[in-house]
């Protein structure tokens, strides 16, 4: 019997969870949500380990690199949701500037244009880069689309029936793979 389950979410295009969990993205980029506890724009690390919840009504292909372009499905949100994928946040940087984060271009999914528009969406508030440790669930979990869950916001609070066994996981990289990625950060942003 599993008694310890993931009751945490965090919402993030669909494209994005797939190439996580697929091992061809590690690095997410947040500054926040509409209606985040903190206000508008802010994120805050809550909670290191989550369910990834993906999310397709705001999906924008041209925000999304050629190379997966194709994959960017765009439908109102479904009756239910495919939880497929976990994720741990095993390092977070503020990122220093735009001329920096250039330099990753190779690690991430996202076009020019997205980027200018993330860093200028509330030029007070930083942006940050948070390095996720993802894994696939051995069985995914299909549950409804509830009304709570709904809304342009990071956090999802899972219902207790609801809840992910995050015990019988495939790692998307190898520690190898993910340290390197790691490591570039880390001398990107020096």
Known sequence: MVT???HMALKEWSIVCDLLSEGRLALLLRKGGIHEDE???VFRLEHPRFALFPSWAHQKPTAIKAEHRDRVVVLSEPAEIPLTAIGEAARIWEVPSRERFETLDDLHC???EHLDMRFNYKPDRPLYLMAVRCATLNEPRVIPNTWEYGGCKSWVPLATEHG???TRVTPALSDAAFAAIAARVDAAFA
């Open 39 to 41: 206000g508008a724009g």
């Open 164 to 166: 992910v066994d995050d």
């Open 4 to 6: 310890d389950m993931l």
């Open 110 to 112: 996202w076009t020019a």
